[in-house]
């Protein structure tokens, strides 16, 4: 059995050292688009979990009604609020999703955002934007999706990983 430690040596040497005269910005940008009614842990864990493994600046893209709730939650994360029905992003927020997706180096898209015809929509553009988007640094496609069984057409250059199977 291999153990590795993660000890100040380990972090010092796969961490780069930040300069004195940067700010969050040079650290690069995260958006996160996640949550829903009842799954606001999710929403909450993926974007805390981009700021404490380093990444600058990390917005969290939340439908409205959630908006309030993860502004008391989060104080190191950015949010937007989005257009939502019943407490799940609804498809009249693609165009601002679109606009947030420009402005990042990252996208993570998913955590806890539900099912529903509405999320499949908004997943679906993303992906499709990202597609053709300066931003989309991934390799190669590797989909498995219950729903969202659009993934597969879209022969997108990246990985595309869920829990669900």
Same mark, same amino acid.
């Given at each position: 059995?291999?153990?590795?430690?993660i000890?100040?040596?380990?972090?010092?040497?796969?961490?780069?050292?930040?300069?004195?005269?940067?700010?969050?910005?040079?650290?690069?940008?995260?958006?996160?688009?996640?949550? %829903? *009614? $009842?799954?606001?842990?999710?929403?909450?864990?993926?974007?805390?979990? !981009?700021? =404490?493994?380093?990444? &600058?600046?990390?917005?969290?893209?939340?439908?409205?009604?959630l908006?309030?709730?993860?502004?008391a939650?989060?104080?190191?994360?950015?949010?937007?609020?989005?257009?939502?029905?019943?407490?799940?992003? %609804? *498809? $009249?927020?693609?165009?601002?999703?679109?606009?947030?997706?420009?402005? !990042?180096? =990252?996208?993570?898209? &998913?955590?806890?955002?539900?099912?529903?015809?509405?999320?499949?929509?908004?997943?679906?553009?993303?992906?499709?934007?990202?597609?053709?988007?300066?931003?989309?640094?991934?390799?190669?496609?590797?989909?498995?999706? $219950?729903?969202?069984?659009g993934?597969?057409?879209?022969?997108?250059?990246?990985?595309?990983?869920?829990?669900?199977?």
């Amino acid at each position: 059995m291999k153990i590795n430690v993660i000890d100040d040596k380990f972090v010092r040497s796969n961490f780069p050292k930040r300069e004195n005269n940067s700010q969050k910005g040079d650290y690069g940008k995260v958006l996160v688009i996640a949550g %829903s *009614a $009842g799954m606001t842990g999710a929403a909450y864990l993926s974007s805390q979990t !981009a700021v =404490t493994t380093g990444s &600058g600046l990390v917005t969290l893209a939340v439908p409205s009604s959630l908006n309030s709730a993860m502004e008391a939650k989060t104080t190191e994360v950015m949010t937007v609020p989005l257009s939502d029905r019943n407490g799940r992003i %609804s *498809a $009249g927020a693609i165009d601002e999703i679109l606009k947030r997706v420009d402005k !990042a180096d =990252t996208v993570l898209i &998913g955590p806890g955002l539900g099912r529903c015809d509405d999320v499949s929509e908004v997943v679906e553009s993303v992906l499709e934007y990202s597609k053709s988007s300066r931003y989309n640094r991934c390799r190669r496609n590797k989909c498995r999706s $219950g729903k969202y069984e659009g993934f597969k057409q879209l022969h997108l250059p990246c990985d595309i990983y869920t829990a669900y199977g």
